[in-house]
Protein backbone atom coordinates (compact mmCIF):
# COMPACT_ATOMS: atom_id res chain seq x y z
CA UNK A 1 0.00 0.00 0.00
CA UNK A 2 1.30 3.37 -1.10
CA UNK A 3 0.83 5.97 1.33
CA UNK A 4 0.44 9.44 0.40
CA UNK A 5 2.91 12.34 1.43
CA UNK A 6 1.26 14.85 4.07
CA UNK A 7 1.13 17.71 1.61
CA UNK A 8 -0.91 20.41 3.67
CA UNK A 9 0.04 23.00 5.85
CA UNK A 10 0.45 23.15 9.71
CA UNK A 11 -1.42 25.16 11.17
CA UNK A 12 -0.34 28.78 13.36
CA UNK A 13 1.19 32.19 12.65
CA UNK A 14 -1.91 33.64 11.21
CA UNK A 15 -1.82 37.20 11.86
CA UNK A 16 1.50 37.56 8.87
CA UNK A 17 -0.48 35.25 6.33
CA UNK A 18 -3.24 36.91 6.58
CA UNK A 19 -1.42 40.55 6.04
CA UNK A 20 0.30 39.25 3.28
CA UNK A 21 -2.88 37.90 1.60
CA UNK A 22 -4.57 41.12 2.41
CA UNK A 23 -1.40 42.84 0.28
CA UNK A 24 -1.40 40.32 -2.52
CA UNK A 25 -4.67 41.40 -2.97
CA UNK A 26 -4.63 44.89 -2.93
CA UNK A 27 -1.72 44.49 -5.13
CA UNK A 28 -3.33 42.38 -7.86
CA UNK A 29 -5.83 45.67 -8.10
CA UNK A 30 -3.62 48.32 -7.80
CA UNK A 31 -3.76 48.59 -12.00
CA UNK A 32 -7.20 48.40 -11.97
CA UNK A 33 -9.69 51.58 -12.27
CA UNK A 34 -12.68 52.51 -9.90
CA UNK A 35 -15.23 51.89 -12.50
CA UNK A 36 -13.18 48.31 -13.86
CA UNK A 37 -13.26 47.07 -10.22
CA UNK A 38 -17.01 48.33 -10.15
CA UNK A 39 -18.43 46.72 -13.27
CA UNK A 40 -19.04 43.50 -14.28
CA UNK A 41 -16.82 42.52 -16.87
CA UNK A 42 -18.23 38.48 -18.18
CA UNK A 43 -21.39 37.43 -16.59
CA UNK A 44 -19.75 34.50 -15.12
CA UNK A 45 -17.97 36.72 -13.05
CA UNK A 46 -18.54 38.97 -9.92
CA UNK A 47 -17.71 42.66 -10.51
CA UNK A 48 -13.83 42.96 -8.75
CA UNK A 49 -15.34 44.73 -5.91
CA UNK A 50 -17.73 42.00 -5.03
CA UNK A 51 -15.32 39.85 -4.56
CA UNK A 52 -13.44 42.44 -2.32
CA UNK A 53 -16.33 43.13 -0.13
CA UNK A 54 -17.11 39.25 -0.40
CA UNK A 55 -12.88 38.84 1.47
CA UNK A 56 -14.08 40.75 4.03
CA UNK A 57 -17.64 39.91 4.49
CA UNK A 58 -16.56 36.27 4.93
CA UNK A 59 -13.82 37.34 7.53
CA UNK A 60 -16.48 38.94 9.56
CA UNK A 61 -18.65 36.27 9.53
CA UNK A 62 -16.54 33.80 10.73
CA UNK A 63 -14.69 35.99 13.05
CA UNK A 64 -17.94 36.97 14.77
CA UNK A 65 -19.44 33.35 14.53
CA UNK A 66 -15.82 32.49 16.58
CA UNK A 67 -15.79 35.05 18.88
CA UNK A 68 -19.52 35.18 19.47
CA UNK A 69 -20.04 39.22 18.58
CA UNK A 70 -22.84 40.27 16.23
CA UNK A 71 -21.57 41.40 12.55
CA UNK A 72 -19.90 44.29 11.56
CA UNK A 73 -22.42 45.12 8.96
CA UNK A 74 -25.22 43.07 9.17
CA UNK A 75 -26.85 44.62 6.35
CA UNK A 76 -24.01 43.09 3.94
CA UNK A 77 -24.57 39.53 4.88
CA UNK A 78 -26.72 39.20 2.06
CA UNK A 79 -25.20 41.41 -0.01
CA UNK A 80 -21.98 39.63 0.06
CA UNK A 81 -23.07 35.58 0.56
CA UNK A 82 -21.61 33.79 -2.43
CA UNK A 83 -24.42 31.30 -1.88
CA UNK A 84 -27.85 32.83 -1.94
CA UNK A 85 -26.11 35.21 -4.80
CA UNK A 86 -25.16 33.76 -8.61
CA UNK A 87 -22.62 34.96 -9.71
CA UNK A 88 -24.90 36.22 -13.07
CA UNK A 89 -26.97 38.64 -10.59
CA UNK A 90 -24.22 40.30 -8.83
CA UNK A 91 -23.48 42.89 -10.83
CA UNK A 92 -27.13 44.40 -9.71
CA UNK A 93 -26.29 44.10 -6.41
CA UNK A 94 -25.93 47.35 -3.63
CA UNK A 95 -22.24 46.11 -3.22
CA UNK A 96 -19.96 48.43 -1.77
CA UNK A 97 -17.53 50.77 -4.07
CA UNK A 98 -14.60 52.75 -3.34
CA UNK A 99 -13.13 54.34 0.15
CA UNK A 100 -16.34 52.64 1.40
CA UNK A 101 -15.30 49.57 0.20
CA UNK A 102 -11.86 50.12 1.29
CA UNK A 103 -13.38 51.11 5.02
CA UNK A 104 -15.20 48.22 5.50
CA UNK A 105 -12.30 46.04 4.54
CA UNK A 106 -10.14 48.09 6.91
CA UNK A 107 -12.74 47.89 9.84
CA UNK A 108 -13.09 43.77 9.48
CA UNK A 109 -9.52 43.59 9.90
CA UNK A 110 -9.64 45.46 12.61
CA UNK A 111 -11.89 43.98 14.51
CA UNK A 112 -10.15 40.78 13.47
CA UNK A 113 -6.73 41.63 14.72
CA UNK A 114 -8.71 41.69 18.39
CA UNK A 115 -10.24 38.86 18.07
CA UNK A 116 -8.18 36.44 16.72
CA UNK A 117 -7.23 34.92 20.23
CA UNK A 118 -11.07 33.30 20.11
CA UNK A 119 -10.37 32.13 16.75
CA UNK A 120 -9.53 28.94 15.87
CA UNK A 121 -6.56 28.18 14.01
CA UNK A 122 -8.41 26.29 11.43
CA UNK A 123 -11.01 28.96 10.67
CA UNK A 124 -7.79 31.97 10.67
CA UNK A 125 -6.03 29.56 8.18
CA UNK A 126 -9.79 29.60 6.06
CA UNK A 127 -9.99 32.47 6.05
CA UNK A 128 -6.37 32.83 4.47
CA UNK A 129 -7.03 30.47 2.11
CA UNK A 130 -10.07 32.09 1.22
CA UNK A 131 -8.59 34.86 0.06
CA UNK A 132 -6.06 33.46 -1.61
CA UNK A 133 -8.74 31.89 -3.74
CA UNK A 134 -10.67 34.80 -4.53
CA UNK A 135 -7.38 35.88 -5.66
CA UNK A 136 -7.18 33.70 -8.46
CA UNK A 137 -10.91 33.75 -9.57
CA UNK A 138 -10.25 38.01 -9.72
CA UNK A 139 -7.58 36.85 -12.17
CA UNK A 140 -10.20 35.00 -14.42
CA UNK A 141 -12.49 37.93 -14.44
CA UNK A 142 -9.37 39.93 -15.39
CA UNK A 143 -7.70 37.77 -17.96
CA UNK A 144 -12.03 38.14 -19.09
CA UNK A 145 -11.81 41.96 -19.20
CA UNK A 146 -11.47 43.30 -22.19
CA UNK A 147 -7.54 44.79 -23.35
CA UNK A 148 -7.39 48.11 -21.40
CA UNK A 149 -8.28 47.10 -17.79
CA UNK A 150 -5.49 44.63 -17.03
CA UNK A 151 -2.00 45.23 -18.24
CA UNK A 152 0.67 43.00 -15.77
CA UNK A 153 4.44 41.92 -16.79
CA UNK A 154 4.65 38.88 -17.65
CA UNK A 155 7.62 36.73 -16.09
CA UNK A 156 8.15 33.92 -19.07
CA UNK A 157 8.89 30.80 -17.73
CA UNK A 158 11.87 29.17 -18.60
CA UNK A 159 12.84 25.28 -19.83
CA UNK A 160 11.26 22.65 -21.86
CA UNK A 161 7.78 21.17 -21.13
CA UNK A 162 7.84 17.43 -19.98
CA UNK A 163 7.53 14.86 -22.94
CA UNK A 164 6.31 11.27 -22.82
CA UNK A 165 4.53 9.29 -20.49
CA UNK A 166 5.20 6.77 -17.19
CA UNK A 167 3.47 3.78 -16.25
CA UNK A 168 1.99 4.11 -12.68
CA UNK A 169 1.17 0.55 -11.40
CA UNK A 170 -1.86 -1.16 -10.12
CA UNK A 171 -2.78 -1.88 -6.52
CA UNK A 172 -4.22 -0.10 -3.46
CA UNK A 173 -3.25 3.92 -2.42
CA UNK A 174 -4.35 6.00 0.17
CA UNK A 175 -6.66 9.02 -1.22
CA UNK A 176 -7.63 11.95 0.54
CA UNK A 177 -6.40 13.80 2.99
CA UNK A 178 -4.41 12.72 6.04
CA UNK A 179 -6.32 15.21 8.79
CA UNK A 180 -2.89 16.46 10.17
CA UNK A 181 -2.70 20.07 8.42
CA UNK A 182 -5.28 22.05 7.16
CA UNK A 183 -7.35 20.87 4.14
CA UNK A 184 -11.39 20.91 2.71
CA UNK A 185 -13.84 19.04 3.87
CA UNK A 186 -14.16 17.64 0.66
CA UNK A 187 -10.79 16.51 0.86
CA UNK A 188 -11.25 14.19 3.73
CA UNK A 189 -11.11 11.12 4.76
CA UNK A 190 -8.54 9.72 3.62
CA UNK A 191 -9.55 5.83 2.12
CA UNK A 192 -7.98 3.22 0.26
CA UNK A 193 -8.67 3.39 -3.29
CA UNK A 194 -7.97 0.54 -6.10
CA UNK A 195 -6.88 1.11 -9.42
CA UNK A 196 -5.42 -1.23 -12.25
CA UNK A 197 -2.45 -0.08 -14.33
CA UNK A 198 -2.13 3.07 -16.39
CA UNK A 199 -0.08 5.39 -18.50
CA UNK A 200 -0.22 9.20 -17.49
CA UNK A 201 1.48 11.81 -19.27
CA UNK A 202 4.67 13.47 -18.00
CA UNK A 203 2.91 16.57 -18.60
CA UNK A 204 -0.19 18.76 -19.27
CA UNK A 205 -0.42 18.85 -23.15
CA UNK A 206 1.22 21.97 -24.50
CA UNK A 207 0.25 24.46 -27.03
CA UNK A 208 2.16 22.60 -29.47
CA UNK A 209 0.56 19.12 -29.23
CA UNK A 210 -2.91 21.09 -29.28
CA UNK A 211 -2.68 22.87 -32.47
CA UNK A 212 -1.90 19.57 -34.22
CA UNK A 213 -5.33 18.29 -33.00
CA UNK A 214 -6.67 21.96 -34.25
CA UNK A 215 -4.37 21.66 -37.78
CA UNK A 216 -5.91 18.05 -38.29
CA UNK A 217 -9.20 19.37 -37.67
CA UNK A 218 -10.73 18.12 -34.27
CA UNK A 219 -12.87 21.24 -33.78
CA UNK A 220 -14.85 19.93 -37.15
CA UNK A 221 -14.83 16.02 -36.31
CA UNK A 222 -18.18 14.78 -34.32
CA UNK A 223 -16.78 11.52 -33.97
CA UNK A 224 -14.44 12.66 -31.29
CA UNK A 225 -16.83 14.24 -29.24
CA UNK A 226 -19.06 13.67 -27.00
CA UNK A 227 -22.60 14.25 -27.57
CA UNK A 228 -22.93 17.00 -25.62
CA UNK A 229 -19.46 18.35 -25.93
CA UNK A 230 -20.13 18.25 -29.90
CA UNK A 231 -23.91 20.47 -28.58
CA UNK A 232 -21.76 23.24 -27.62
CA UNK A 233 -19.00 23.26 -29.59
CA UNK A 234 -21.45 24.02 -32.13
CA UNK A 235 -23.65 26.77 -30.09
CA UNK A 236 -20.67 28.69 -28.56
CA UNK A 237 -19.09 28.24 -31.96
CA UNK A 238 -15.56 26.70 -30.02
CA UNK A 239 -13.50 26.59 -32.38
CA UNK A 240 -10.56 26.84 -31.00
CA UNK A 241 -9.16 27.66 -27.04
CA UNK A 242 -10.67 30.74 -25.63
CA UNK A 243 -7.86 33.42 -25.97
CA UNK A 244 -6.95 31.92 -29.15
CA UNK A 245 -7.17 34.08 -32.44
CA UNK A 246 -7.48 32.72 -36.07
CA UNK A 247 -4.03 34.11 -36.44
CA UNK A 248 -2.26 32.27 -34.05
CA UNK A 249 -1.80 34.40 -31.14
CA UNK A 250 -3.10 33.97 -28.05
CA UNK A 251 -4.11 37.19 -25.59
CA UNK A 252 -2.78 36.99 -22.49
CA UNK A 253 -4.50 40.06 -20.70
CA UNK A 254 -3.86 43.46 -22.44
CA UNK A 255 -1.83 41.22 -25.21
CA UNK A 256 -1.89 38.90 -28.03
CA UNK A 257 1.28 37.56 -28.25
CA UNK A 258 2.48 34.48 -30.25
CA UNK A 259 1.49 30.89 -28.92
CA UNK A 260 4.44 29.94 -26.50
CA UNK A 261 4.78 25.89 -27.79
CA UNK A 262 5.97 24.26 -24.34
CA UNK A 263 3.42 26.21 -22.48
CA UNK A 264 0.24 24.34 -21.33
CA UNK A 265 -2.56 24.72 -23.39
CA UNK A 266 -5.28 26.43 -21.09
CA UNK A 267 -8.74 27.92 -21.54
CA UNK A 268 -10.56 24.74 -22.84
CA UNK A 269 -13.48 22.93 -21.43
CA UNK A 270 -13.42 19.96 -20.23
CA UNK A 271 -15.20 18.75 -23.44
CA UNK A 272 -12.62 20.16 -25.61
CA UNK A 273 -10.09 18.25 -23.40
CA UNK A 274 -12.07 14.83 -24.10
CA UNK A 275 -12.09 15.53 -27.75
CA UNK A 276 -8.09 15.92 -28.20
CA UNK A 277 -7.70 12.92 -25.65
CA UNK A 278 -9.42 10.66 -28.03
CA UNK A 279 -8.54 12.12 -31.40
CA UNK A 280 -5.00 11.20 -29.67
CA UNK A 281 -6.35 7.34 -28.34
CA UNK A 282 -6.26 8.46 -25.05
CA UNK A 283 -8.90 9.62 -22.45
CA UNK A 284 -8.97 12.02 -19.35
CA UNK A 285 -7.81 10.57 -15.92
CA UNK A 286 -10.01 9.98 -12.78
CA UNK A 287 -9.27 12.05 -9.96
CA UNK A 288 -8.16 9.01 -8.09
CA UNK A 289 -5.57 8.42 -11.09
CA UNK A 290 -4.29 11.73 -10.81
CA UNK A 291 -3.97 11.59 -7.44
CA UNK A 292 -2.31 8.56 -7.32
CA UNK A 293 0.10 9.71 -9.85
CA UNK A 294 1.33 12.37 -8.50
CA UNK A 295 2.20 11.06 -5.14
CA UNK A 296 5.79 10.78 -4.83
CA UNK A 297 6.22 12.84 -7.86
CA UNK A 298 5.40 15.99 -5.98
CA UNK A 299 7.63 18.77 -7.35
CA UNK A 300 5.52 22.03 -7.52
CA UNK A 301 5.73 23.86 -10.91
CA UNK A 302 6.42 27.89 -10.26
CA UNK A 303 3.56 28.95 -7.94
CA UNK A 304 4.43 32.08 -8.74
CA UNK A 305 1.36 34.21 -8.98
CA UNK A 306 3.09 37.36 -10.08
CA UNK A 307 4.57 36.11 -13.28
CA UNK A 308 0.89 36.40 -14.68
CA UNK A 309 1.54 33.01 -16.93
CA UNK A 310 2.82 28.91 -16.65
CA UNK A 311 5.88 27.56 -16.82
CA UNK A 312 6.44 24.69 -19.19
CA UNK A 313 4.00 22.25 -19.02
CA UNK A 314 5.46 19.80 -16.65
CA UNK A 315 4.82 19.18 -12.48
CA UNK A 316 1.42 18.33 -11.49
CA UNK A 317 0.54 21.44 -9.13
CA UNK A 318 1.54 24.34 -10.39
CA UNK A 319 1.00 25.69 -14.10
CA UNK A 320 -2.15 24.77 -15.08
CA UNK A 321 -5.74 23.28 -13.60
CA UNK A 322 -5.97 19.51 -14.85
CA UNK A 323 -9.13 18.64 -16.02
CA UNK A 324 -10.32 14.78 -14.76
CA UNK A 325 -13.02 12.79 -16.04
CA UNK A 326 -14.83 12.61 -12.29
CA UNK A 327 -17.78 14.19 -11.14
CA UNK A 328 -17.65 16.25 -7.85
CA UNK A 329 -18.94 14.30 -4.98
CA UNK A 330 -18.19 13.35 -1.63
CA UNK A 331 -15.18 10.47 -0.15
CA UNK A 332 -17.08 7.49 1.28
CA UNK A 333 -17.63 8.89 5.08
CA UNK A 334 -17.59 12.36 4.07
CA UNK A 335 -18.49 14.93 6.85
CA UNK A 336 -19.23 18.61 6.39
CA UNK A 337 -17.19 21.00 7.74
CA UNK A 338 -17.19 23.37 8.60
CA UNK A 339 -20.06 24.46 6.57
CA UNK A 340 -22.28 22.54 4.14
CA UNK A 341 -22.25 25.62 1.66
CA UNK A 342 -18.57 25.38 0.81
CA UNK A 343 -18.59 21.31 -1.00
CA UNK A 344 -21.65 19.43 0.18
CA UNK A 345 -24.15 21.28 -1.70
CA UNK A 346 -22.37 20.42 -5.59
CA UNK A 347 -22.07 17.40 -4.90
CA UNK A 348 -23.28 15.13 -7.54
CA UNK A 349 -24.33 18.30 -9.80
CA UNK A 350 -22.92 17.77 -13.12
CA UNK A 351 -19.79 19.66 -11.84
CA UNK A 352 -16.63 18.02 -12.68
CA UNK A 353 -13.30 17.70 -10.73
CA UNK A 354 -9.67 19.36 -11.49
CA UNK A 355 -6.95 19.00 -10.10
CA UNK A 356 -3.44 20.82 -9.33
CA UNK A 357 -3.16 24.26 -9.30
CA UNK A 358 -2.77 27.06 -11.88
CA UNK A 359 -0.04 29.73 -12.39
CA UNK A 360 -2.28 32.03 -10.48
CA UNK A 361 -3.56 29.87 -7.09
CA UNK A 362 -0.86 30.66 -4.03
CA UNK A 363 1.23 27.91 -2.80
CA UNK A 364 -0.18 28.03 0.16
CA UNK A 365 -3.57 26.62 -1.46
CA UNK A 366 -1.91 24.04 -3.58
CA UNK A 367 -1.57 20.52 -2.38
CA UNK A 368 -2.07 17.05 -4.36
CA UNK A 369 -5.32 16.45 -2.39
CA UNK A 370 -7.01 19.65 -3.08
CA UNK A 371 -10.22 19.22 -5.01
CA UNK A 372 -11.26 21.76 -7.54
CA UNK A 373 -14.43 21.76 -9.58
CA UNK A 374 -16.33 23.39 -11.93
CA UNK A 375 -19.27 23.05 -14.66
CA UNK A 376 -17.40 20.89 -17.14
CA UNK A 377 -18.32 23.49 -20.02
CA UNK A 378 -16.32 26.48 -18.62
CA UNK A 379 -13.13 27.74 -19.92
CA UNK A 380 -12.34 30.87 -18.24
CA UNK A 381 -10.31 28.91 -15.82
CA UNK A 382 -6.63 28.66 -15.66
CA UNK A 383 -6.75 25.08 -17.14
CA UNK A 384 -5.42 22.64 -19.22
CA UNK A 385 -5.24 18.68 -18.96
CA UNK A 386 -3.00 15.93 -19.42
CA UNK A 387 -3.99 12.44 -20.84
CA UNK A 388 -3.98 8.52 -19.46
CA UNK A 389 -3.99 5.49 -21.16
CA UNK A 390 -5.24 2.61 -20.21
CA UNK A 391 -1.38 0.03 -19.49
FE1 LIG B 1 -15.81 33.06 -1.26
Redesign the pocket.
Known sequence: MITGTPSSQPLGGVEALLEEARERTLRLVEGVSGPDLDRVHDPLMSPLAWDLG?IAA?EDLWVSREAGTELLREDLADVYD?FETPRTGRGGLRYLRHDELRAYMEAVRERTWRALVRVSPFIAEMLVQ?EH??NETMLQTLQLAEPGVYAPARTPGPGAARAGSRLVGGGSFEMGDAGEGFAYDNERPRHAVDLPAFRIDNGPVTNAAFAEFLADGGYGRRELWSEEGWELRRSEGWERPLYWSAGGGVRRFEQVVELEAELPVMHVSAHEAEAYARWRGARLPSEAEWERAALGEDIPGRLEQLDFGPGPAGPFVGDCWEWTDTEFDGYPGFRPHPYPEYSQVFFRSGYRVLRGASWATRARVARTTFRNWDHPRRRQIFAGFRCVEDA
Open positions: HFAHQH
